[in-house]
């Protein structure tokens, strides 16, 4: 059967699920169209109160020690209060550890909303945190019903190589000769799929699936296929060389009997055929993943905030989508997933795990807003979308935050029974947990860490392609990871033998060079590239060679760094300032007119400076020789002086600048 007879109705799937969010609820929450689920909420308990509750909740009991819990058990109708991360056997050490054992989950009447049920359980003396559980959605951002696969699948994945691909401009991450070379994935590294169902049985994915999979919606290990994370998990590792849809990043040769990276379902969405969603816990998926083997966590979903779901953001949403941060019991999850991963009760590497500690990947989201949360979160690797021509994605979230972009349109991989095209961060995603899994499957053993990957994975990245879209993240780069992760064991990286000095462009249009080989050197004698950032647009920079350009495009002040990288992706560091002024300009007075004060700025280089400041009548208000640059004024204290005009001279090497102060 073809894949264009495969292919079922687009389905627009409208997945939301709930988390927590962090106290103080939001006024947001208090709306009619509030963002928290009625029925639920997890409570952090204090240790005392648990020493004196958990024998009783541990029997089944409602009714415990404690007065004012029993007190709320009628107010809110509660159902059941029992641990959100249940005893965990041969982990329960660890898990007590890190408190994660103090965190309940209390169902209630639905009829009451989260609000009330958040105060009045919050009142409650032993209960120090009450997190609602907030929405979640799946970062995807559109999907396309009429494009499909032909029976040459691999020539549409622009993404993994556009050296074979057929139909699209862009870059891809570099991978072919990864699989040429190193590896095509190990079934010894399992990556846990923290999303909607995945279809266990597709015949693209059942050979790389792991034995084990959970469903947090209906709490037991059945998955209900679901079409976003059978997707996700395609571009993880579909089955590679079996001459059937389309090819996993890590997903093996099975043409040579090699089986790819282990596929976990651990399933906290699920929508049935008229749209409604029911929602599980994405803490208690990192605890369980975590606690059966996953080194690599995918999340493609993120908090939503679009609570009238009326498509745009209104005033008061898009503020707290810009204020948003993880909630705590997700963090506490997320922290535990980080630490444990592939370790021992006892934090310890285990004798047959290839990683110690766990790296969690999460999508920016698709908002085109300057956060995104939980992936703002700063231990986590966040990911951006390009589009098929190398160009940030327009609804990709952006920011200092995000670590690394990918590919995150137009990306075909596996659905429901069939193959689809899918846009969003969602799918930039499992291309990052792809390559973090060949790097592990390659480099993973005794020692390897989760730091040692996320170094790779980031320092490894494409610096060079994004010019104008940092604010994503550099682009994915699988050959880049494994020779970073490769090559620094013997390769000496350039150092920095002398320090960049701030300069001072004078006209707008004017230009300034610098032989950058003055100022970095390789050990080795390896030819240096280097790379050259503005924080602030105010000059145009060219490299020829090792010369340094900067012609002046407006009046500023910004910080200019350079990196220097041998050809291994070794490199050293160093920043200046630049500043460029009118033409003839050595000294200059800011702000003026002034009220209480104005600074004196002169020229690059700190110099011992005579300074006289007179008024009109002659009265002296200031006298003085101080070190004074461009970079580092003086700061003149005009707070007593009249309403008038002033003249400051400024001395230095014999030569003598003036200009005119205002006074108001």
Sequence with gaps: MTLKNKILPLILLALSACVKETNPISKLAQRQDEPYVNGVVNVLLSQEMADLIESDLAQGKLTTKSMALNQSLDELGIKSISRLFPEAGEFEGRTRREGLHLWYAVEYDSSIPATKASADLGSVDGIELVEPRRRIKPQTNKYYPDAFFNDDYYILQWGLDNRHQKYYTGPDINVYDVWDNFTTGDPDVIVAVIDDGLEITHEDLANNCNSEHYNFVENNSNLTAGMHGTHIAGVISAVNNNEIGICGI?????????????????????????????????????????????????????????????????????ADALAATIGKSLKAAVDYFIKYAGCDDSGNQKADSKMKGGLVVFAAGNEGIANGTPANYEPVVAV??????????????????????????????????????????????????????????????????????????????????????????????????????????????????????????????????????????????????????????????????????????????????????????????????????????????????????????????????????????????????????????LKIDMSSCAPGRYSVKATWEGEEYSITVVKL
């Excluded at 699920?270 to 990192?286: C, K, L, R």
């Excluded at 390896?526 to 503005?534: A, E, G, N, R, S």
């Design 250 to 318: 890590a997903g093996g040769d099975s043409e040579a009997g090699q089986k790819g990276v282990r596929l976990m379902g651990c399933q906290i969405m699920q929508t049935d055929d008229d749209g409604n969603t029911e929602n599980g816990d994405p803490a208690q998926a990192f605890k369980w993943a975590c606690d059966h083997g996953a080194l690599i966590a995918n999340c493609s979903w993120g908090y939503t905030f679009d609570y009238d779901e009326s498509g745009d953001y209104d005033e008061d949403e898009l």
């Design 384 to 633: 951006g979308a390009i589009d098929t021509v190398g160009l940030a994605a327009d609804f990709s979230n952006y920011g200092p935050w995000v670590d690394i972009a990918a590919p995150g349109c137009m990306i075909g991989s596996t659905a429901k029974s069939s193959y689809y095209y899918m846009n969003g961060t969602s799918m930039a995603t499992p291309f990052v947990s792809g390559v973090a899994a060949l790097v592990v499957s390659y480099f993973g053993g005794e020692g390897f860490t989760c730091d040692d990957l996320k170094e790779k994975i980031i320092g490894g990245a494409n610096y060079d392609w994004f010019e104008d879209n940092t604010h994503i993240g550099p682009l994915l780069d699988a050959m880049g990871a494994m020779k970073y992760g490769e090559s620094f064991e013997n390769n000496e990286a350039p150092v920095s033998n002398n320090q960049l000095e701030n300069m001072i462009i004078y006209g707008v249009g004017r230009s300034e060079s610098v032989d950058l080989s003055q100022y970095f050197t390789d050990p080795e004698g390896q030819k240096m590239k280097y790379k050259v950032t503005l924080v602030d647009d105010i000059a145009d920079a060219e490299i020829d060679d090792a010369t340094l350009t900067l012609t002046a495009t407006a009046k500023g002040t910004t910080e200019v760094r350079v990196r220097a990288s041998d050809f291994l992706g070794a490199y050293a560091t160093q920043s200046f300032k630049l500043m460029v002024r009118d033409s003839g300009e050595r000294i200059i007075a800011y702000p003026n007119p002034c009220t209480d004060s104005f600074n004196l700025a002169t020229g690059p280089q700190e110099m011992s400076t005579n300074v006289r400041v007179v008024s009109q009548t002659g009265t002296v208000i200031y006298d003085g020789i101080e070190v004074v640059s461009a970079f580092n004024p």
